[in-house]
């Protein structure tokens, strides 16, 4: 039986893999077992997810087998530019030379591409900015602004994404007929489902646009965060960027730090 090798960190983001995991248990109902899920980490210590689950990995690196894989499975979390994670993203770019599928989904994109592995493959994130921080990414003409994409044997998918990201993990490794797999994928993805993900996607990019218009905010009024965050709160400016959204995702960040400036400046504050 062949292994997905799903891998594990402290503050993995624990519902990323949820749809997945699921699909993945109707193999009993089919009644044919291809493929098994073991947990994997640099060591067997106990990691606490996103979510404050407890997992204790079933194997560690050293004990994966290569000729038993089916799949690297990488979720998203806050820890991927750590040293501790190099090992596993050079096991990736390892499995993808293989021709071994891996999925990486939200922060785990981030770990791609501080390796250079996006650079010469399709691929998605949770936003073009969030990757091109990292020093040794120049996959931008590769960037798709969508909520998952598959290349060949690569699959990513932004924190939006994660059904769609299953269901292009399933589809690739053959689990299910084309129709079952179809039906699965409708079934979670009602109306009511998709309104509630494209609602998450705005809300992920208004939370990322303030992240960004603070750090320059900072770095121009040479202020600290906590400064900052206290100033904006107090003159409602996170509410301003809220309700400017449709505008200010048009117009450039210089353009839109201009725009609170001369809010702020109206009210005296600067």
């Known amino acids: 039986m062949k292994k997905i090798y799903m891998y594990v960190q402290d503050t993995m983001a624990d519902w990323e893999n949820g749809y997945f995991l699921q699909g993945l248990t109707l193999q009993k109902m089919a009644g044919v077992l291809k493929y098994e899920l073991q947990t994997v980490s640099v060591s067997k210590r106990a990691i606490k997810t996103a979510g404050g689950i407890t997992v204790v990995p079933d194997i560690t690196l050293e004990e994966i087998d290569e000729m038993q894989a089916g799949a690297l499975l990488l979720i998203g979390g806050d820890t991927w530019q750590e040293k501790s994670n190099q090992s596993i993203l050079e096991m990736a770019n390892s499995f993808l030379e293989k021709n071994i599928l891996v999925a990486a989904i939200c922060g785990a994109t981030l770990g791609l591409a501080s390796k250079g592995i996006l ?15 990292s020093p040794n990414y120049q996959g931008e003409k590769y960037y798709e602004d969508k909520i998952a994409v598959m290349d060949r044997n690569l699959i990513t998918a932004s924190s939006a994404g994660s059904l769609l990201w299953a269901r292009y993990i399933l589809e690739n490794l053959e689990l299910y007929s084309k129709e079952t797999i179809e039906a699965w994928y409708n079934y979670f993805s009602s109306e009511k489902f998709e309104c509630l993900r494209r609602k998450t996607l705005m809300i992920n990019e208004i939370i990322f646009m303030e992240i960004r218009l603070l750090g320059e905010f900072c770095q121009k009024y040479r202020m600290s965060r906590a400064a900052a965050n206290d100033l904006f709160s107090k003159h409602k400016i996170w509410q301003y960027i809220e309700s400017c ?7 450039g960040d210089e353009h839109n730090l201009e725009d609170i400036s001369n809010v702020l400046k109206t009210k005296g504050a600067i």
Not at 119 to 133: C, D, E, I, Q, R
Not at 245 to 251: A, K, L, R, S
């Open 119 to 133: 650079n010469s493959y399709h691929h998605t994130s949770n936003a073009l900015f969030f990757l091109k921080g």
């Open 245 to 251: 959204y449709d505008t200010f995702h048009i117009n």
